[in-house]
């Protein structure tokens, strides 16, 4: 029995230009959605920077091929970027959610993120989701955010969750707008890049993102070293480091053996295809950020419980 | 090398000052809290007032045999009381309410999500947000409406 997860900020409707969308933009948008769900098969997709208009029309396409689709932010008195969840219903019964979870201080509200609750595929565990999308650098700056403190708060949430030392299966996942190496992703989230600790220690969440830091193949002569992407976002402004990692999943000790679900590794990837990355590096689009994602498995019980 | 004696003085010292940082912080808390009260009894004219009380969660099933909630058991909540110009027994509850001894973070949990106050201008703006809500004015109004003649 698998699981697959996926995380996608679309960038076609950023909260302060949600009507930004050209039409290229949307067909794009739409080719995308099409291979992740009807080609890749993604059980859960969490989308990023989507507005109600399209929310509301990948409702109606979805609803045939029994995908439902969950926003946090209808009739919502908080600003924040627009979050979707899709879901595929044979898989995944959602069971709880949290619409916001949210700092709010004299100057403004941040969400740190969006709790998301499922019974999974057999019926026996609960999939505790946070979707994330923090503030980002430049707005938090002007308004003396203190990053650290979205993952101080979210952490909090996270052990408050916790119904056990190791065995919750809880996914973060999203855009930081940090890297795996900041302060607030690392120290105050309690994340690390080392799944022994994490297996031995529930406190930590296990980031498998740091081996997307950089290229997904050294340097050599005669090697292929074709320009491949060295992260999840891109900036072309930034001469130093165009590629920032800042879409990451973090996993729960739960999938490294304390619980039947685990994580296969070798299948958390960036998505890197023909179809979408030259966009990303093109000026001719918005799109910023590709997609990433994970496969979970269930191991085989003989139908034990 | 002599070791030197752990410093007790300084943290008895620390220890006061956080506890006298936490008392002003709950009065505030309080303070913000009775304000809420006065402008719900005022606005009802005395049938409904502003409450945090202790409440005890069940919990539901899925219908799936396993229940996947994580909110039970005791917890504190907002609640829409009958005021002193009421005879009613009704009360509801607004939001879900926790506070830390030191006062701050304070937390509320409603329809609209799961705030954490981390301040008195952060906890005013959030009980704005919850008095807006519609559900908010709902539930006063049946707690309103429940006066018996």
């Known amino acids: ?239 130093a480091a165009r590629w920032k990692t800042f879409d990451q999943m973090l996993f729960s000790s739960g999938f490294f053996g304390h619980s039947p679900w685990h994580l296969d590794e070798k299948t958390v990837q960036v998505l890197d295809v023909g179809l979408y990355t030259p966009y990303v590096t093109s000026s001719t689009t918005k799109f910023d950020h590709l997609p990433i994602s994970a496969t979970l498995v269930r191991e085989e019980t003989n139908g034990r419980l | 090398v002599k070791k030197q004696m752990a410093d007790f003085k300084s943290a008895l010292k620390a220890g006061i000052d956080n506890a006298e940082i936490a008392t002003k912080a709950k009065q505030e808390i309080a303070e913000v809290i009775r304000a809420v009260d006065a402008a719900v009894r005022d606005l009802t004219g005395q049938k409904v007032s502003i409450d945090i009380q202790p409440r005890q969660a069940g919990a539901p099933s899925t219908g799936i045999g396993i229940s996947f909630t994580t909110k039970r058991g005791p917890y504190y909540a907002i609640m829409a009381v009958p005021g002193s110009g009421s005879n009613a027994s009704i009360k509801k509850e607004l939001a879900r309410w926790e506070m830390p001894d030191r006062g701050y973070p304070c937390i509320v949990e409603f329809s609209d999500g799961r705030f954490t106050c981390e301040g008195k201008d952060g906890l005013e703006r959030v009980l704005i947000m919850l008095l807006k809500a519609p559900a908010t004015a709902d539930a006063i109004t049946e707690v309103r409406n429940s006066t018996t003649l």
Not at chain 1, 59 to 87: C, F, K, M, Q
Not at chain 1, 98 to 117: N, P, S
Request: glycine share 6%; hydrophobic share 35%.
């Open chain 1, 1 to 239: 029995m698998r699981l697959s997860v996926a995380w996608w900020n679309t960038s076609i409707a950023p909260t302060m230009r949600p009507n930004r969308a050209q039409r290229q933009d949307v067909k794009i948008f739409a080719r995308m959605i099409d291979l992740m769900l009807a080609q890749m098969n993604y059980d859960l997709l969490c989308l990023g920077e989507v507005s109600p208009h399209i929310i509301a029309i990948l409702r109606n396409r979805l609803r045939p091929y029994g995908l439902s689709i969950y926003e946090p932010n209808p009739d919502s008195l908080i600003s924040a970027p627009h979050l979707a969840a899709i879901v595929r219903d044979d898989k995944l019964q959602l069971v709880e959610e949290t619409k916001h979870l949210a700092i709010v201080d004299d100057r403004a509200t941040y969400r740190t993120g969006w709790k998301l609750h499922f019974a999974m595929p057999d019926g026996l565990t609960l999939l505790q989701v946070f979707v994330v999308h923090w503030p980002s650098r430049l707005y938090g700056d002007q308004n003396g955010l203190d990053r650290n403190k979205l993952g101080m708060r979210l952490n909090d949430e996270i052990t408050r969750v916790r119904t056990s030392d190791k065995e919750d299966c809880i996914i973060v996942m999203g855009d930081f707008n940090d890297e795996p190496f900041d302060h607030s992703v690392a120290r105050y989230l309690q994340t690390s890049r080392d799944r022994h600790v994490v297996a031995k220690d529930g406190r930590y969440l296990y980031n498998p993102f740091w081996r997307h830091l950089g290229h997904r193949t050294p340097y050599s002569l005669g090697g292929d070293n074709a320009v491949s992407p060295s992260g999840t976002c891109y900036y072309a402004s930034d001469r």
